[in-house]
T-cell receptor, first 108, second 113 residues
Framework: GIQVEQSPPDLILQEGANSTLRCNFS?????LQWFHQNPWGQLINLFY???GTKQNGRLSATTVATERYSLLYISSSQTTDSGVYFC??????????FGKGTLLTVNP | KAGVTQTPRYLIKTRGQQVTLSCSPI?????VSWYQQTPGQGLQFLFE???????NKGNFPGRFSGRQFSNSRSEMNVSTLELGDSALYLC????????????FGPGTRLTVL
């Protein structure tokens, strides 16, 4: 099956700093999503981005499908950005395969 | 439009019991998927249903089963619970038959004692 690797596993920032999270995947995909898991466990949709670039406020994402990677950019980070960020990819088999996540800590 | 809902939110069971979890997808969504999240294994796919048909199943023992009803609501059942079944169970729904953007519910946190 598809392998998904996220880096870095942990990231500690000061409020106001920028960061880049990376997701590498091992095969062509039909679906790629970025999620933020809140403290209660719910996965919050950030981007649905099987290819191209999207922006939503301070967050943006780019997927280069031909090179099998995606990047999530967080600018001017805030303490509320803390938490685990997951990349998940899907092929033609009706399931998402998740990476292990990046634990982001933003200190005031 | 209401999001994906899951009931119950929290559940405590003892080993050997069985449990049924419920998921109501976003209105109009016909694909429902289930995932298990544990600290050791991360997020793992359980199964996916579309129009009452299971289209894919993850690598879990037969104690884990599911079904989907004609109104797209789904249930999953775990029989003969083991301590290792303690986990957060997440349900997701999507609109199209092609399995596009997934939207997740708040999860059911199951504790097996």
């Amino acid at each position: 099956g598809i392998q998904v690797e996220q880096s870095p596993p942990d990231l500690i920032l000061q409020e106001g700093a920028n960061s880049t999270l990376r997701c590498n995947f091992s095969d062509s995909v039909n679906n790629l999503q970025w999620f933020h898991q809140n403290p209660w466990g719910q996965l919050i949709n950030l981007f649905y981005i099987p290819s191209g670039t999207k922006q939503n406020g301070r967050l943006s994402a780019t997927t280069v499908a031909t090179e099998r990677y995606s990047l999530l950019y967080i600018s001017s980070s805030q303490t509320t950005d803390s938490g685990v960020y997951f990349c998940a990819v899907g092929g033609s088999n009706y399931k998402l395969t998740f990476g292990k996540g990046t634990l982001l800590t933003v200190n005031p | 439009k209401a999001g994906v809902t899951q009931t119950p939110r929290y559940l405590i069971k003892t080993r050997g019991q069985q449990v049924t979890l419920s998921c109501s997808p976003i209105s109009g969504h016909r694909s429902v998927s289930w995932y298990q999240q544990t600290p050791g294994q991360g997020l793992q796919f359980l199964f996916e249903y579309f129009s009452e048909t299971q289209r894919n199943k993850g690598n879990f023992p037969g104690r884990f089963s599911g079904r989907q009803f004609s109104n797209s609501r789904s249930e999953m059942n775990v029989s003969t619970l083991e301590l290792g079944d303690s986990a957060l169970y997440l349900c997701a729904s999507s609109l199209e038959e092609d399995y596009n953007e997934q939207f997740f519910g708040p999860g059911t946190r199951l504790t097996v004692l």
